[in-house]
Nanobody, 131 residues
Framework: QLQLVESGGGLVQPGGSLRLSCAAS????????IGWFRQAPGKEREGVSC????????KYVDSVKGRFTISRDSAKNTVYLQMNSLKPEDTAVYYC????????????????????????WGQGTQVTVSS
């Protein structure tokens, strides 16, 4: 079974921080382009961030730029999304996605949304930013 499992979501006050984890089983993330998407109630799914297979390039949607950081830990076969200065509008279910192939890194470089058709999706983790 090839699976992505997100964790680290929860309830946090505005201005607080959370670190989301995306752990893989059945394959190594070293060879995959990884992205994070989110979907809030009543809103369309939005690409948040992505990282190339090598980890050498990252991409962020404008609304999170400067607040969120995506990174890899090859030893743990895990990709992280560090979220700082959280706002109520960040409230959503967050999903990690993975894809591989000749154009996967190129899609990430173009836009995060380009990874909408990624092969593997996690089950999602809820992030709620509220007082």
């Amino acid at each position: 079974q090839l699976q992505l499992v997100e964790s680290g979501g929860g309830l946090v006050q505005p201005g607080g921080s959370l670190r989301l984890s995306c752990a893989a089983s059945g394959f190594t993330l070293d060879y995959y382009t990884i992205g994070w998407f989110r979907q809030a109630p009543g809103k369309e799914r939005e690409g948040v961030s992505c990282i190339s297979s090598s980890g050498g390039s990252t991409k962020y949607v404008d609304s999170v730029k400067g607040r969120f950081t995506i990174s890899r830990d090859s030893a743990k076969n895990t990709v992280y999304l560090q979220m700082n200065s959280l706002k109520p509008e960040d409230t959503a279910v967050y999903y990690c996605v993975a894809d591989a192939g000749p154009w996967a890194d190129a899609l990430c470089q173009k836009t995060v949304a380009s990874m909408q058709r990624s092969r593997y999706w996690g089950q999602g983790t809820q992030v709620t930013v509220s007082s």
